[in-house]
C-alpha cells in the first residue's frame, strides 16, 4: 500500500524489528485509529489501547529480554511511536511511559528487585509512574525539594520521603512510583536544600503509608493519560528499593528523560504526518472556484513545506536514536536537538493544516482539532522548548570555548578581538 511518506528508515531495521513496524501499523489501521476519537472522549486511562500494545509486545520494546521484554533499540522505538502517533497522542504516550517510568528501574534496581517487578511491567500486570516535576521544579531538576532522610548511617539504612510532585503521568493508575528526591542524612533533616545533596532515586509502593495519590487533574489534551498530584508525608522506604548507589539518582532521571524527550520528538513528527495526510485528503476533496482545494498554487506550497520539513525532522529523530543507541556523548545534546525541532514543527504542521481543513478542521468531529490540542503538550513535556534551546545553546558555548575544539581554518591564530 502506497504511503505519503518516505519508508527509507524501515531499511536500517532487522526483520524482526520490521515485523513489528508492521504489526504496529495493522493496530493503527484495524483498531487504535478507528477507536482514536473514543479514547480521547474523556481523561481515563486508556487501559483496552494499553492491553492492546501489551498483547502485541509493544510494551514488551522497554525491557529486557530477561524479563519478557525485547529491549529494543531506540531506532525501532521511534519508528513504533511515530505510527501510533499518526492516530493517537493516547497510544503513542503509553509506548514512551513506560520507557519513562521503568527506565530507572530496568538500568537501576537490583537483581532481586528487577526479577519481581520487571515481568509484571512487561506484562502489564502492574503499572509504575515517573514523579520527578513539582510545584518548583520541573525542568531544572536541581531544584528539587522533595527529601529522602536517611534513618541511619549504614548502606542497610532505609529513608523518609518528604514533598510533593507534581503533573505525574499515569499516578492515579500506578502500582509503584520512581522517585527522585534530594538525600540527606539525619544530622542534616530539617536545614535548606544544598546544592551537594545527592539525588536518591527510590520506589514506592501505591499503599506506602503517608502517601497520598490526588484525583486527576483536568487538562486541555491528551486524553487517555490522565496526570495527578503525588504527596509524601514522612513515608518510609526500605534501602532495598533503592534505584542504584544514593548519588545515582540525577543520572538515572537524566537517562529515562533523554529516552523519553525521542519519543516527544517521534510522537510529535508522526501527529503532524497524520496532519498532513488528513489536510491533502481534504483538499483533493474540497472544490474552492471551480477546482480542487489542492490544485491551487498556494495550498500545495503549504503541504510541501510541511511534508518537506517533516522529513527534515524524520532525520534528525533517527540520528539522534542511533547516538543513543551507540551510547555517543552528545546523546542527551542530539536528543534535546530532535525534541526542540520535532515538538515545534509539530505544532505549526497542526495549525497549518486545520487551516487548510477550513470550518471542517475546528470541529470536534474532525480530527484536527484534538491534534491541534495534543500538539501542544509536546512543546511543554520532559523539558519544553526554550529550555532546550538553553541546553543546546550553552553546549555550543562550552565546547567552542574548550582547549582541544578544532578551530575554523580561515581564521589566524589568536584572540579574535584583536585587531588583525
Known sequence: MTRLFSERFLHALEPDERALVETTRRLVRETIGPNAEAVAHEDVFASDTFRLLVEHRIIGTAFPRRHGGSDARQRLRIRLVEELGRVCSAAASLVTGADLSCRAIVAGASDAVADRLLPALCNGTIQAAFAL?????????????????????????????????????????????????RGRDLAHADGPIHA?????????????????????????????????????????VDAKWRLGQEGDGYALAQDALVRARLGHASMALGRAMGAVEIA???????????????????????????????????????????????????????ASMAKMYATDLGMKVCTDALQLSGGRGYLKSFPLERFFRDAKLNQIGEGSSEVHRTVIGRDIVRRMGGADMERHSCLPEGVLTTDF
Not at 205 to 227: S, Y
Not at 283 to 292: I, Y
Open 133 to 181: 516535576t513539582e510545584p518548583g521544579a520541573g525542568s531544572d531538576v536541581r531544584n528539587l525539594a522533595t527529601v529522602a532522610v536517611r534513618e541511619g548511617d549504614d548502606e542497610s539504612a532505609g529513608y523518609r520521603v518528604s514533598g510533593r510532585k507534581k503533573f505525574i503521568t499515569r499516578a492515579n493508575v500506578a502500582d509503584w512510583y520512581v522517585v527522585i528526591a
Open 196 to 236: 551537594n545533596d545527592p539525588f536518591v532515586a527510590l520506589l514506592m509502593p501505591r499503599d506506602a503509608a503517608g502517601l497520598t495519590v490526588g484525583e486527576p487533574t483536568p487538562k486541555l489534551g491528551w486524553f487517555g493519560v490522565p496526570i495527578a498530584e503525588l504527596r509524601f508525608d514522612d513515608v518510609h
Open 280 to 334: 491533502a485528503t481534504y483538499c483533493c476533496d474540497r472544490s474552492v472556484f471551480g477546482k480542487a482545494l489542492g490544485a491551487h498554487q498556494g495550498v500545495q506550497w503549504m503541504l510541501a513545506d510541511a511534508l518537506t520539513q517533516i522529513e527534515a525532522g524524520r532525520s534528525l529523530v533517527d540520528a539522534a536514536a542511533q547516538s543513543y543507541d551507540r551510547g555517543d556523548a552528545d546523546a542527551a545534546v542530539q
